[in-house]
């Protein structure tokens, strides 16, 4: 289930429906990096010029080697800050397409069923919000433990597996039921969740293909959610009956 659900995921990712998104997201994630660029750069520019002033009063000849190589460590770590940036960014601007995304998969994968409702503008914010959110704190959990052998590469996917497991599917599943519900089915069929979640951290760890992690995991946990409420119709109603209750 979950190996099909990553396959038909990743064979949408680069359908020709699922291209104007993937363009999208790229470009405004470009747009988005080279603004923070320029503002990074304008920030350094006002903290370090006074500094550089204090420490070199008058203009001594030494004085355009050090602000030479100033600069170069200022473009270096610029270039750092932006390529740890690169997949928050990107997670960002993505929460706000995978209602696309899953639009694309259910019309395309499954055309005689109803297909889901978009999030609304506000739940949509939200969201995207919490994706950054786990992208964070799941790589921030990790670099902790980056001093403790054999345990690192185990953080990074234990924690991006759970946390993009539960998000994502949520997510697909709260496009067919209500907030309360999704989360009790994702509660449910916890382990397989999880372990779709591993495939997503697995993802995420390849350079480059890891900024497609929104979309590839939007369209996986689509059809994981489609596939577990097939095996499982009677949960809605089991769910019904007990509210009623």
């Given at each position: 289930?979950?190996?099909?659900?990553?396959?038909?995921?990743?064979?949408?990712?680069?359908?020709?429906?699922?291209?104007?998104?993937?363009?999208?997201?790229?470009?405004?994630?470009?747009?988005?990096?080279?603004?923070?660029?320029?503002?990074?750069?304008?920030?350094?520019?006002?903290?370090?010029?006074?500094?550089?002033?204090?420490?070199?009063?008058?203009?001594?000849?030494?004085?355009?080697?050090?602000?030479?190589?100033?600069?170069?460590?200022?473009?270096?770590?610029?270039?750092?800050?932006?390529?740890?940036?690169?997949?928050?960014?990107?997670?960002?601007?993505?929460?706000?397409?995978?209602?696309?995304?899953?639009?694309?998969?259910?019309?395309?994968?499954?055309?005689?069923?109803?297909?889901?409702?978009?999030?609304?503008?506000?739940?949509?914010?939200?969201?995207?919000?919490?994706?950054?959110?786990?992208?964070i704190l799941g790589n921030i959990a990790a670099l902790l433990l980056l001093l403790v052998p054999g345990v690192n590469l185990v953080a990074f996917f234990l924690v991006n597996g759970y946390l993009l497991g539960r998000e994502f599917f949520e997510f697909a599943a709260m496009r067919h039921r209500p907030p309360s519900e999704?989360?009790?089915?994702?509660?449910?069929?916890?382990?397989?969740?999880?372990?779709?979640?591993?495939?997503?951290?697995?993802?995420?760890?390849?350079?480059?293909?890891?900024?497609?992690?929104?979309?590839?995991?939007?369209?996986?946990?689509?059809?994981?959610?489609?596939?577990?409420?097939?095996?499982?119709?009677?949960?809605?109603?089991?769910?019904?009956?007990?509210?009623?209750?």
């Amino acid at each position: 289930m979950i190996t099909e659900a990553a396959r038909l995921a990743f064979a949408n990712l680069f359908a020709a429906e699922t291209r104007a998104v993937f363009w999208k997201v790229i470009g405004l994630t470009l747009l988005a990096l080279v603004a923070v660029w320029f503002a990074l750069r304008e920030v350094f520019v006002w903290l370090a010029l006074p500094w550089i002033d204090a420490l070199m009063p008058g203009t001594p000849d030494w004085a355009g080697w050090i602000t030479f190589v100033v600069g170069i460590f200022a473009s270096l770590g610029l270039a750092l800050a932006l390529a740890l940036l690169l997949a928050p960014v990107t997670a960002l601007i993505a929460g706000f397409f995978l209602d696309d995304v899953a639009e694309v998969v259910e019309k395309r994968d499954y055309p005689t069923e109803a297909p889901g409702a978009p999030l609304p503008l506000a739940e949509a914010i939200v969201g995207s919000a919490k994706f950054l959110g786990v992208v964070i704190l799941g790589n921030i959990a990790a670099l902790l433990l980056l001093l403790v052998p054999g345990v690192n590469l185990v953080a990074f996917f234990l924690v991006n597996g759970y946390l993009l497991g539960r998000e994502f599917f949520e997510f697909a599943a709260m496009r067919h039921r209500p907030p309360s519900e999704a989360r009790l089915f994702r509660v449910k069929h916890r382990s397989t969740v999880f372990l779709a979640g591993l495939v997503l951290a697995a993802f995420l760890a390849v350079p480059l293909l890891n900024l497609l992690t929104p979309l590839f995991a939007a369209g996986m946990m689509v059809h994981l959610h489609k596939m577990l409420s097939a095996r499982d119709p009677g949960f809605s109603m089991i769910r019904s009956s007990a509210a009623d209750a």
